[in-house]
């Protein structure tokens, strides 16, 4: 019996002792279980906040999860000092293969994540051209719609590539829709983001560009006619530089009305001299032409030759204030000695009234030509 006792004495302690302790330890088992749990939802939603894109991308774009992860959690944190907060190195980190993942159409969550943000950070929308995933072609199309320039070179890339009827219909019109010197640039800039092959297609805004003689030309030129089915097009069957040429004939049509009206004013004064001359003989104003004559062709060299570019601190205006006050003086003294010269040797008054005229026109034509130089615009 004391045996028997002893044992279910034991017993009794070990059941009263020790199953609350157990009970104790499951509770809390249970409960680091439960916080466990709840930390591990709390992580995975926070992954899903941050880069709900990445958990959905294929195994193909390990570099650009992590590329994109980066951005996203930088923009989360505010941190504008780091370089995970550029977008643009989204798209520098694509490799081929994700790339062709991406236009397969096994990265859409990719899409999801740069369209999202897009409103709080505008140069998402030259990333999402540059990397062309079709599930924003929509938006692309949108935003080329609304003329965006900013993002218009890789933009208009992605219409190129991926719609080329979009592109036709949208960024076509833009590029030749003025010449000369309203020519858009961005031809060039699209051109040299293409293949050789691919520029062939752009081979119709050259033919405009030559045909309205647009300033930048020459170097779409060089840039659009370097594949062999290009060479062999009407486009590139002329001359690579012609802007020179263009050039120097816009030089002249700018200053040929100067140079006319100086000249014209030159012989208008000599025939006026001449016919005065001759129909009232002695009688002509011979003192008074020459004397102005004298004047005006004076005054006209002092200024020309004071008023030429200058090297010095003060720069032309100090020029153009000398020259105001010298040419007026030259003027006066070189009308003098005309008025004492003309009034001792009368018979030399109508020489020296059409030596003045050419002198007022060869200086007048010479300084409005080197005024100006060959440019086209």
């Known amino acids: 019996m004391s045996s028997a006792y002893a044992a279910s004495h034991d017993l009794t302690d070990f059941g009263g002792d020790s199953l609350p302790s157990m009970r104790m330890g499951a509770v809390g ?12 939802s709390v992580a995975l939603a926070s992954s899903d906040i941050e880069g709900g894109a990445v958990l959905a991308a294929p195994t193909s774009c390990a570099a650009e999860q992590f590329v994109l992860r980066s951005y996203v959690t930088a923009v989360r944190k505010g941190d504008m000092v780091s370089g995970a907060h550029d977008p643009a190195r989204i798209s520098e980190a694509l490799t081929p293969v994700c790339r062709e993942a991406i236009q397969n159409g096994r990265w859409p969550g990719l899409t999801t994540e740069l369209l999202a943000r897009v409103s709080t950070d505008e140069s998402l929308k030259g990333v999402i051209c540059e990397i062309a995933p079709p599930e924003a072609m929509a938006a692309i199309v949108e935003w080329e719609t609304a003329g965006d320039a900013a993002y218009d070179r890789p ?30 640039d961005l031809t060039l800039r699209v051109g040299e983001a293409l293949t050789p092959e691919e520029r062939v297609a752009l081979l119709p805004v050259l033919d405009f560009a030559t045909r309205t003689r647009a300033l930048g030309r ?17 486009a590139c069957q002329s001359r690579e530089a012609m802007e020179p ?58 200024w020309i030759l004071m008023t030429r570019p200058s090297s010095s601190f003060f720069g032309d205006s100090l ?49 409005a030509w080197m005024g100006t130089w060959d440019r086209l615009c």
């Not at 719609?163 to 960024?171: M, T």
């Not at 060089?222 to 097009?233: E, K, S």
């Open 29 to 40: 088992a249970g409960a680091l279980l439960a916080v466990g749990v709840s930390f591990t």
């Open 155 to 184: 933009c208009a890339v992605a219409l190129f590539r991926h719609r080329r009827e979009d592109f036709a219909r949208l960024v076509l019109p833009r590029l030749g829709a003025a010449g000369g010197c309203e020519f858009s």
């Open 218 to 234: 020459d170097q779409l030129f060089g840039v659009l006619c370097q594949h062999p089915a290009a060479r062999a097009q009407v």
């Open 245 to 302: 040429e263009w050039a120097h004939q816009a030089r002249v049509k700018r200053v040929a009305p100067g140079i006319g009206l100086h000249v014209g004013l030159a012989l208008l004064f000599g025939l006026a001299a001449s016919l005065l001359r001759y129909f009232r003989g002695n009688a002509w104003p011979a003192v008074r032409m020459s004397v102005a004559a004298t004047v005006v062709v004076s005054a006209t060299i002092a």
């Open 319 to 367: 020029n153009v204030v000398y020259a105001m006050v010298v040419a007026p003086l030259v003027a006066l003294v070189a009308g003098g000695i005309a008025w004492a010269f003309t009034r001792a040797v009368r018979g030399a008054a109508l020489p020296w009234c059409l030596g003045h005229a050419v002198l007022y026109g060869t200086f007048s034509a010479v300084h």
